[in-house]
């Protein structure tokens, strides 16, 4: 199982509204994947998302996997996630941007996608959720055609590129970019799985209720026949929180602050296309608090969180293991922790967990990337007559051909 960190750009409370606190998070959160790079973390995830106050002020990821990238040397950065709705982002836009980062990391870029948090977040394009589903189904396969043809025309439902282009650059080296996908309910497991991308799913209820929705994605993965991409990646990454630290009192204390859950009441206020959480406390609502010590232990048995010290947290890992997870991801940083706790927490988790379910220091989705199979031609219309360049520059990085 390989480890990774979510940052959402999150500003709770007044700082929402203060430029200063906007870039103290902001250089924060990017120092956080920086100092995970030295500490066997593999991969940092980034959302997108616009207009969400508080929730998340992270609408240009892009810009922060260049600035990681310079500053790291194993991490993977991984959009948590990409629109792929046209007014959102077009597609050519995206195919451009993707691959772009795919040379500015050298292969370190994880494509995650989706159709976004919700209906305020999709009107602040004019667009309605009930719209997304089509577009994603119309853009994820003509992004790949994109990266492969050097005449690329198509006239669909939601976009057209009519006369042929080549739209550059192409992805770095082998392949593309691993591809993935938001899941929620069931059947978007089910559909990625036999689409042969990776599932992102974010953990909201106890940890083997998700148990089904994995098992539908491994099937569905086994039915793969053709799979969207170049290449399958069969990988589930779940999201989740984690407070430990050496102190296993002051990790407990940390689960327990004021205010923690106020996360979860943004997500249900955004959020409206996830099937509601019973009992679910929707912003402004006071967060449900963790009033004892029992009530906190439930909580970790059923999986809503991993807290303790690097040896409890050892043992709480086994039951994502159990059911499947293929990879482990944090949100950060958590309600209650200081801003020196976050880096610690990152070095012991690294430094004393990690190690004990991640031995591989090549990434699963590398591994995946090397098998990639080319699947369009380079040309799909004929060439047009008299395109014969006799004379190019002296410093061409490669001569014309004979």
């Known amino acids: 199982m390989e480890f990774g960190l979510f940052l959402n750009g999150y500003l709770p409370g007044p700082g929402a509204h203060n430029g200063v606190s906007e870039h103290e998070m902001i250089t924060r959160e990017i120092s956080y994947a920086v100092h995970a790079d030295g500490f066997h973390w593999k991969y940092v995830w980034i959302g997108e998302h616009h207009a969400l106050t508080e929730y998340s002020h992270m609408s240009a990821p892009e810009v922060v996997f260049g600035y990681i990238a310079a500053k790291t040397k194993q991490i993977h950065v991984g959009s948590g996630i990409m629109n792929l709705s046209r007014p959102v982002n077009h597609p050519v836009r995206n195919a451009e941007r993707v691959a772009m980062l795919d040379h500015v990391t050298e292969g370190r870029y994880e494509w995650g996608t989706g159709r976004g948090a919700g209906s305020h977040e999709m009107a602040t394009f004019d667009l309605l959720t009930s719209e997304t589903k089509a577009m994603w189904d119309e853009a994820a396969p003509e992004i790949l055609r994109m990266w492969e043809q050097r005449d690329y025309t198509f006239d669909g439902e939601f976009f057209r590129v009519e006369k042929p282009h080549n739209i550059l650059p192409k992805p770095y080296g082998v392949g593309h970019p691993p591809l993935w996908v938001g899941c929620g309910n069931p059947g978007t497991f089910s559909k990625a799985g036999e689409l042969g991308i990776g599932a992102i799913a974010f953990n909201f209820e106890p940890i083997y209720n998700l148990k089904g929705r994995i098992e539908n994605y491994k099937e569905g993965i086994e039915n793969c026949r053709t799979p969207l991409g170049q290449f399958v990646n069969n990988n589930i990454m779940m999201t989740n929180g984690v407070v430990c630290l050496t102190d296993r009192n002051r990790a407990r204390e940390v689960a327990m602050s004021a205010g923690r859950g106020y996360l979860n009441t943004m997500v249900n206020l955004y959020h409206d296309t996830m099937p509601p959480q019973k009992g679910a406390v929707k912003w402004p609502g006071a967060p449900y608090a963790i009033q004892d010590e029992a009530t906190l232990d439930m909580l970790i048995e059923a999986g809503y969180l991993l807290c303790g010290n690097p040896e409890e947290v050892n043992e709480q890992i086994a039951k994502y293991q159990e059911v499947g997870c293929d990879q482990l991801v944090f949100g950060l940083p958590s309600e209650g922790f200081e801003h020196e706790e976050v880096l610690e927490m990152i070095e012991l988790f690294g430094s004393e967990v990690i190690p004990n379910f991640d031995s591989d220091p090549v990434h699963s989705t590398t591994r ?35």
């Open 368 to 402: 995946f990337r090397a098998n990639a199979v080319r699947k369009y031609p380079d040309f799909a219309h004929p060439l047009p007559e008299g395109l014969e360049v006799s004379v190019i520059p002296t410093n061409s990085l490669l001569p014309l051909s004979n």
